[in-house]
């Protein structure tokens, strides 16, 4: 992949990353005070936002395109040059973007087997 690309891409990287951040930041600040209608308001809408943003960046780093159309009748030789160029994309951002600390970094539950108490004990730190 070309550096020009592969830069556009790690970009909406960073800039997904930022939302997933803002959204975090918001959640935070709407659970210190529980009770309120705006609070859950803005709650709901953080979770929404971080859910979004979580998910783009998602999209980016594992896509799965189709390999055949919904119908069964295989790809065109357009679509599956395509096809391939979206997998090689990927692959190519996550090794730009791998992490740095592989004990710290919630990527790392996309490599290895991990069992759900480990998740979960994870994911209440990080909340």
Known sequence: MEDKYLTHYIGEIVTQAAAVRLSVDALNKSLASP??????GVAFAAAQGLLGAAMQITRLLWPYPASRHPDGTPLTPAEEKRRAWTLERAS?????????NEQTSPLRF????TSSSTLTSTWMSIC
Request: glycine letters at 10%; hydrophobic letters at 40%; zero cysteines.
């Open 92 to 100: 190519a951002l996550r090794a730009a973007v791998r992490p740095i």
């Open 35 to 40: 009770g309120t209608a705006a609070g859950t």
């Open 110 to 113: 996309r490599r290895s087997e």
